[in-house]
Every structure is written in structure tokens, then in C-alpha cells.
């Protein structure tokens, strides 16, 4: 099981940028499609964005499509979400989190937490207006 643990969460004014960085240990990072979730305040948490172990394909949900841009450097056993033209709506705690299986392409956008298995301890992002 991979560990996780993301940093660079904050508080930003609504239309600004932050990157969240998710940092892996264990040598299965490289086999393992990962995500970005986020969950609201009284909300479910939801899956925003997802990528391929190779890092070519990534998918987003409507809401960060054109905003965000989920990246990963295998070397450094990293996966990134750039968040540009934040939204005081795109304030939640964000979790990035491993696909429970090491085959086949990356879920789809439409999963829930339930088909990813291991987790970050989260980070805070608050956008004000």
C-alpha cells in the first residue's frame, strides 16, 4: 500500500492560482492511477480529476474542466493539481488518493471514493470572494 501526503493547500482570493502536490512512498507509485477528490462542507466528496500511471491521460469533472491540470512526475513519486481561476465554490478540503488496482485505464470520472484505496490526510483549500 502506498502512502500519501499532500501540501500547498491555503487561502487565495477567488480568480487566483495554487498547486497541491501529493507525495508518494513505496516503489508502486508508477503503477497506480491516482485522483484528486475534494469534499465540501456538509457535501460528498467528489472526483474531480484522475490520471493515467503513464501520466498521458487524465480526465476532469465539468465543474475544474479548463481550470485544473492533474500532472505526475514518476521520478519523484509525485502527482500534481495546478487550480488556476479558483472559485469561492472550489473551497473544500482536497485528498488525492490511489486506484485500489494496479491494471487497465484510470476510473472515470464518475467513481467514487469506494473504488480508490489508499488516501492523503488532506489538504484545505479556502477561496474568498
Known amino acids: 500500500q502506498v502512502q500519501l501526503v499532500e501540501s500547498g493547500g491555503g487561502l487565495v482570493q477567488a480568480g487566483g492560482s495554487l498547486r497541491l502536490s501529493c507525495a508518494a512512498s513505496g516503489r508502486t507509485f508508477g503503477w497506480l492511477n491516482m485522483g484528486w477528490f475534494r469534499q465540501a462542507p456538509g457535501k460528498e466528496r467528489e472526483l474531480i480529476a484522475v490520471?493515467?500511471?503513464?501520466?498521458?491521460?487524465?480526465s476532469y469533472k465539468d465543474s475544474v474542466k479548463g481550470r485544473f491540470t492533474i500532472t505526475r512526475d514518476n521520478a519523484k513519486n509525485t502527482v500534481y493539481l495546478q487550480m488556476n481561476s479558483l472559485k469561492p465554490e472550489d473551497t473544500a478540503v482536497y485528498y488525492c488518493?490511489?486506484?485500489?488496482?494496479?491494471?487497465?485505464?484510470?476510473?472515470?470520472?464518475?467513481?467514487?471514493?469506494?473504488?480508490?484505496?489508499?488516501w492523503g490526510q488532506g489538504a484545505q483549500v479556502t477561496v474568498s470572494s
Open positions: 488518493a490511489a486506484d485500489r488496482t494496479t491494471l487497465g485505464a484510470p476510473k472515470p470520472i464518475s467513481s467514487g471514493a469506494g473504488d480508490f484505496g489508499s
Open positions: 490520471i493515467s500511471r503513464s501520466g498521458v491521460v487524465a
